[in-house]
């Protein structure tokens, strides 16, 4: 089989109506490497870059509740900054470029998807339009 590893997709694939930072940016345990008394930060295994992440809420109506909320983990070298708040919104719109979707058994053998990005940023009005055009091309 051709596909391998990571599958590339674009963020409005992942969150159609957008989402929402509702964490903070922390860093992800890498359980290999740590011990009891010694926490070391994931790297990932492909760039051997440091992995942080974030929660993020869809902001798809249709998301049932209990699915609402996901950790997207980021790929950097340094700790991402999330886009700076918006007035008057409870949370920071934001949106993510570079991502990836690895599926996975979860414990309770139900399918689940680990989603990784290359960069968080704010969002752009004009992306969902392009990505709209590219798709439909």
């Given at each position: 089989?051709?596909?391998?590893?990571?599958?590339?997709?674009?963020?409005?694939?992942?969150?159609?109506?957008?989402?929402?930072?509702?964490?903070?940016v922390e860093p992800v345990r890498?359980?290999?490497?740590?011990?009891?008394?010694?926490?070391?930060?994931?790297?990932?295994?492909?760039?051997?870059?440091?992995?942080?992440?974030?929660?993020?809420?869809?902001?798809?109506?249709?998301?049932?509740?209990?699915?609402k909320t996901v950790a997207v983990?980021?790929?950097?070298?340094?700790?991402?900054?999330?886009?700076?708040?918006?007035?008057?919104?409870?949370?920071?719109?934001?949106?993510?470029?570079?991502?990836?979707?690895?599926?996975?058994?979860?414990?309770?053998?139900?399918?689940?998807?680990?989603?990784?990005?290359?960069?968080?940023?704010?969002?752009?009005?004009?992306?969902?339009?392009?990505?709209?055009?590219?798709?439909?091309?």
């Amino acid at each position: 089989m051709a596909l391998q590893g990571p599958i590339p997709i674009h963020f409005h694939q992942v969150f159609p109506a957008g989402c929402y930072a509702v964490g903070e940016v922390e860093p992800v345990r890498g359980f290999d490497a740590s011990t009891s008394g010694r926490e070391v930060q994931a790297r990932d295994k492909q760039t051997g870059e440091l992995v942080w992440q974030i929660a993020v809420m869809d902001a798809d109506p249709a998301v049932k509740a209990s699915q609402k909320t996901v950790a997207v983990k980021v790929i950097s070298p340094v700790q991402p900054v999330p886009p700076a708040p918006m007035s008057g919104l409870p949370f920071t719109p934001v949106e993510f470029d570079g991502m990836t979707v690895t599926p996975y058994v979860n414990q309770q053998g139900r399918l689940a998807y680990s989603i990784r990005a290359r960069e968080m940023r704010a969002p752009r009005q004009s992306t969902k339009n392009a990505v709209s055009k590219e798709v439909a091309a």
